[in-house]
């Protein structure tokens, strides 16, 4: 209803209807580009490396901060508190790899990623949970090697060379 005391009570009305009219139009990129060349899609290529891309979880085994106190024997003793051992917890953390070779089924990931790890599964985008064995760490460049157990059936992703690679590449 409108209502002639309030002057702007049209234009809310009118703000309303664009709002509505408007939010319901949806956006679609543009099939060309300007120059009329088709639009390039990633699709293709992440069709063909998608399977070589896995994720990693890791378990470690963490202990847990103590009281200074607890430490100090004559603490201990004044209150009467027996020796504890060192407690710990299971902590668990992900990331991402990249199989770079499919038939002896290693895979490249970040040293960060499975830093103190006890255990580590990978994950293939099929669905299948690997144990994997950790070959080797540099951590100045943040790169791991893992070697999957079990290696069968899996899609590896070419290494290219960059010497021809441009900006935007």
């Known amino acids: 209803m409108l209502n002639s005391k ?3 009570q049209p234009v809310v009305w009118m703000l309303a209807l664009c709002v509505i009219t408007f939010s319901s139009a949806q956006a679609a990129l543009p099939s060309v580009t300007g120059d009329g060349q088709a639009l390039p899609s990633l699709a293709p290529m992440l069709e063909k490396t998608a399977p070589a891309v896995v994720n990693i979880a890791i378990e470690t085994r963490i202990r847990t901060a103590r009281n200074p106190l607890m430490e100090d024997p004559f603490f201990r003793r004044f209150f009467n508190i027996p020796e ?12 991402s790899g990249v199989i770079v070779d499919a038939k002896e089924g290693y895979v490249l990931t970040n040293a960060h990623v499975v830093k103190n790890a006890d255990s580590i599964e990978v994950t293939l985008t099929d669905g299948r949970e690997l144990s994997a064995e950790l070959v080797g760490t540099d951590e100045e460049v943040d790169l791991a090697v893992l070697k999957l157990e079990s ?19």
């Not at 504890?84 to 990331?95: F, I, L």
């Not at 290696?151 to 590449?169: N, P």
């Open 151 to 169: 290696a069968e059936g899996l899609t590896q992703i070419a290494i290219a060379d960059s010497t021809g690679l441009r900006v935007g590449d």
């Open 6 to 8: 309030n002057p702007l």
């Open 84 to 95: 504890q051992q060192q407690r710990e917890r299971r902590a668990a953390s992900a990331g």
